[in-house]
């Protein structure tokens, strides 16, 4: 089966106070994994600084399909593409959705994070930021693991100095 890989990044939109919105995600992520693992979908969902970034990969109907249901979703604002790519192997297949919240310590680790909500990412390269999102999953951002997938050695690819 050939696998794809999309990177976007939004403007959260999401109203009410901190605790009904770590609910919202929280049920983003559950409905997300559940509708992932049917689809044979695999990724990660980043989200600092009122900003989503997320990768998705799988077959590319189903990543389609997924990514019109995003630019649909009125909790998002300014949906931005930026890569769809074939990909010769999964960096995020020990999760059906995982989630990545980068909080003060993490984005001191990784300092691009800082200026996240000033279009940073436009420039930045669609791998560098996957690579991002796979350290803090392992660095031990909050993870949701996949239904029924266990987990995947690193890519080789995605390893440090590679």
Same mark, same amino acid.
């Given at each position: ?15 009410? =106070?901190?605790?009904?919105?770590? *609910? *919202?995600?929280? /049920?983003?992520?559950?409905?997300? /994994? ?8 695999? +990724?990660? &969902? &980043? $989200? =600092? ?9 799988? %077959? ?5 399909? =997924? ?8 909790? $998002?604002?300014?949906? /931005?593409?930026? /890569?769809?790519? $074939? ?16 909080? $003060? ?5 990784f300092p691009c994070l800082e200026n996240i909500e000033e279009q940073h ?5 669609? *791998?560098?930021?996957? *690579? ?7 660095? +031990?951002?909050?993870?949701? %693991?996949?239904? +029924?997938?266990?987990?995947? %050695?690193? %890519? ?5 100095g590679v």
């Amino acid at each position: 089966m050939t696998i794809h890989r999309l990177l976007y990044r939004s403007d959260m939109d999401l109203v009410g =106070t901190a605790a009904s919105i770590e *609910q *919202q995600l929280i /049920e983003i992520i559950r409905l997300s /994994e559940a509708r992932n693992a049917v689809n044979d979908l695999t +990724g990660a &969902l &980043l $989200h =600092t600084r009122g900003v989503f970034i997320q990768a998705l990969e799988g %077959p590319l109907p189903a990543i389609e399909a =997924t990514f019109e249901r995003i630019c649909c979703d009125l909790r $998002h604002r300014r949906v /931005e593409l930026l /890569e769809l790519v $074939h990909a010769e192997e999964r960096v995020f297949a020990e999760w059906s959705m995982a989630r990545i919240t980068a909080d $003060h310590a993490f984005e001191k680790l990784f300092p691009c994070l800082e200026n996240i909500e000033e279009q940073h990412l436009e420039s930045a390269s669609a *791998q560098a930021t996957i *690579q991002l999102m796979r350290s803090l999953l392992i660095a +031990g951002a909050d993870r949701f %693991p996949s239904l +029924g997938r266990r987990r995947a %050695p690193i %890519p080789r690819s995605l390893e440090l100095g590679v």
